[in-house]
């Protein structure tokens, strides 16, 4: 019922920028938390950065100061802007929320994962 779509990825240069989007739809009646992943070849997928429905942000040590989480409610979008990147940023990154849909509950979506990668 809730769909998440990412779009924004792709190659740059290690000092460069990109900005990622991801825009929710479907049938949601509550937007809560916000937040990117991302997972490169080898690891984890990790936490890059959460923005609580109040605003509130939290980053990975590894990206703060470097990268920006924000929100806008109105369109159920949420954007990730990333500067200073280095090789190590590169990965997947992924989209993910809780909401509450037409159905009631409140349950995790993700979406399907762009890919940033940083080299020269």
């Known amino acids: 019922q809730v769909q998440l779509v990412e779009s924004g990825g792709g190659l740059v240069q290690p000092g460069g920028s990109l900005r990622l989007s991801c825009a929710a739809s479907g049938s949601i009646f509550s937007m809560y938390a916000m937040g990117w992943y991302r997972q490169a070849p080898g690891k984890q997928r990790e936490l890059v950065a959460v923005i609580s429905s109040g605003g509130s942000t939290t980053y990975a040590d590894s990206v703060k100061g470097r990268f920006t989480i924000s929100r806008d409610n109105a369109k159920n979008t949420v954007y990730l802007q990333m500067n200073s990147l280095k090789p190590e940023d590169t990965a997947v990154y992924y989209c993910?929320?809780?909401?509450?849909?037409?159905?009631?509950?409140?349950?995790?979506?993700w979406g399907q994962g762009t890919q940033v990668t940083v080299s020269s």
């Open positions: 993910n929320c809780n909401a509450r849909s037409s159905g009631g509950v409140v349950r995790t979506y």
